[in-house]
Each structure stands twice: as C-alpha cells, then as structure tokens.
C-alpha cells in the first residue's frame, strides 16, 4: 500500500539556521498539507497546498515558513531562521482530490532547535 | 474559526471495560470527523471517520456518534484491550482544506 514519506526522520539544527523538511506524498494524491505537533501538545494545522499554491495557512504559517513542490514528487517545508520554539514533529500529509475526506499522514520528521 | 473541544485528557479503564471520549465544535459548516489514534513517536493513525449525513458508525470494538444539531461527537471503545493505550484526537474538517484536531485523551487500560 503506498504511503506519504518523509526525510529526515530527525534534524538537529542550530537557532537562526534555515532548515528543510522534504516529503513525498502518495503519487496520485493532489492535495498536500503540513502540520505540526510540539511535544505533548495536539496536531496543529500549518498549511494546505493545491495546483502549486498555498489553498490556506494558519496563524503560525509566518513568513519563516515556505512550501515548494519543486518537482513532481518532492514536496518540501522551509523554515528559513529557526527558533527554539520551532521544536517540534512536522508531518506531512496527502489527499487523493476533493472528493475524498481522508488524509494520509507521513511518519513525520522530528526537528531540534538548540 | 472552527474549534474542538475534547474531554477527558487522560482516562485510565480497566481492561474488557469500555471507553468513551467526547468532543464538541463550533462550525455547523463542519461535515467531517476523523478520530486517530497516535502511538508514542509515530504518527496520527486513522481509526474511523464519520460525516455529516450519518449519526453512528461502528467497526468492530470501535463507534462514532455525531449529533449535528448538539455539535457534538464521540468515540466509544468497547472490550478495551492493552493495546488500546494511546492518545486518541478528535477532529473535524470543515471546509476541505485543513484538519482541525482536538487536544487528545491519553487512553491508559489497566491490566
């Protein structure tokens, strides 16, 4: 059964370095979101992305954050100046097309911000 | 904005006991709710979904009542086993665009 991937698993980064979460959701899949979990806390929404646009993004979505599907399998998170409080686990997530509620979630990448 | 408010945090049942977590929304718009369940470092696990059309689901140890009209849903969990122990989220998805999650219960069953 195919599956939304991602990598890395872990990233370890310095505060006020840019890092970049890759994803590679389900090849059919049209629509593409990144959420995330700080530790101990509830998933939040970031960001939804269709036919190579952002569709709708959250409060927490600022201008450090950009998404990109740089070809036609990658789908990838930027975070241009982390800050402690970007530690957290970033999952990606896919979903066929509009007619299908359910999304698929990849097994996240868990970032660290010394 | 759509919210969703879940109750209890924790809840520990003995073992063959039954569970029930409840959650309530704001959005009437709200036409989907998923329950997942997440494991320690692993990601939300889909358990069951309902939509708005319909007021029970069930799928074996597992069902889902909505009422629309309450703006309310919940998990019940039946037969609990030791592998039922997890965090469990509600969550609704209004407008076809975002996953809204509640704030989750963490399920413990005593042996």
């Known amino acids: 059964e195919p599956e939304v991937t991602q990598t890395p698993s872990h990233q370890v980064t310095q505060m006020g370095q840019e890092v970049i979460l890759r994803c590679v959701p389900i090849s059919n899949h049209l629509y593409f979101y990144w959420y995330r979990q700080i530790l101990g806390q509830k998933v939040e929404f970031l960001v939804s992305?269709?036919?190579?646009?952002?569709?709708?993004k959250s409060e927490i979505f600022d201008d450090q954050f950009s998404v990109e599907r740089p070809d036609g399998s990658n789908f990838t998170l930027k975070i241009r100046s982390t800050k402690l409080e970007d530690s957290a686990m970033y999952f990606c997530?896919?979903?066929?097309?509009?007619?299908?509620?359910?999304?698929?979630f990849g097994p996240g990448t868990r970032l660290t911000v010394l | 904005g759509e919210n969703v408010e879940q109750h209890p945090s924790t809840l520990s049942v003995q073992e063959g006991d039954s569970a029930v977590i409840k959650c309530t929304y704001s959005d009437s718009a709200s036409n989907y709710f998923p329950w997942y369940k997440q494991e320690l470092g692993k990601r939300p696990q889909l358990i069951i979904d309902?939509?708005?059309?319909?007021g029970e689901k069930k799928d074996q140890r597992i069902a889902v009542t909505l009422n629309k009209t309450a703006k309310h849903f919940s998990l019940h969990i039946t037969e609990t086993q030791p592998e039922d122990s997890a965090v469990y989220f509600c969550?609704?998805?209004?407008?076809?665009?975002?996953?809204?999650f509640g704030s989750g219960t963490r399920l413990s069953i005593r042996p």
């Open positions: 992305f269709y036919n190579n646009e952002i569709s709708e």
């Open positions: 309902i939509r708005s059309n319909v």
């Open positions: 997530a896919s979903r066929i097309d509009r007619s299908t509620d359910t999304q698929y």
């Open positions: 969550a609704l998805d209004s407008s076809a665009s975002k996953i809204i």
